[in-house]
């Protein structure tokens, strides 16, 4: 098995978050900021026909958080911890961010996105056309539904 | 912007696919393949409470991929080619897969899974918990809604 891979940022979000505390997180938070994925111009030429889906993966790089990681975390507004996999914890062993959002328009190497919840400047290490989802009725999501906090 | 950023497996796949022939690929590609989750005993911890989720997101290292990419590329059955960044071609800037599973138990540091497309002995990076969908009917799936080939 490989044992290590090093990864070069494909572009770089701008959006209108500095802080993390800015950020909505935790039950029910709605994710609903504009911003825009900025693409290396190098690699315009991958992004062609990408202006036909709705929805894309954005797979990115926690470059601020704190370093280092616990395995049972307590995320924010939860009174009990998990284990750090079962959790969207920015500090887990490889620092990958994973976010979901609506594709609103593309220039050149710019993508214009809602639903950004990463900080202004975050590395972006890779970007997917969004396929199917899961049925909401076919869902299970463990401590998140249960009862009280 | 951080420039590089150097990521190790948390653990890897087992599962029946050893040779990328052998996984379903292209439209209507269905994957109920089963396999194991094999985490490092060290992080199992971290797997705390992930029962109770009914899928996840497993990111993972396309680890037997030839190096380089196209920035456009013709997606197996296809005929025409699109950016890579709206494909799932495994030749990418950074060969990051990302797969949603169902979670069917786990046994320790093992995660029994449904709907692997990965090969035998594939690296994971992280394991998230799948907490929404987008539903069907907000989606648009560019080239691959297009009628014909």
Known sequence: M???ITMRPIGVIRCGYTSTSQI???RGASHTEEGTIEILPELEEG??????FSHLFV???FDRSAEGYDLLTTP???TRAHGLFATRSPRRPNPIGLTVVRLLGRDGSRLRV???????GTPVLDIK???????????K???LDEAGR
Request: glycine share 16%; aromatic share 8%; hydrophobic share 35%.
């Open 2 to 4: 490989k044992n290590e």
């Open 24 to 26: 909505p997180k935790g």
């Open 47 to 52: 992004l062609t026909d990408i202006e036909g």
């Open 59 to 61: 797979i990115w790089m």
């Open 76 to 78: 924010p507004g939860e």
């Open 114 to 120: 809602r639903g950004v919840d990463m900080l202004d």
């Open 129 to 139: 056309p969004y396929l199917s989802g899961v049925a909401a009725e076919e869902l």
């Open 141 to 143: 999501r463990g401590w």
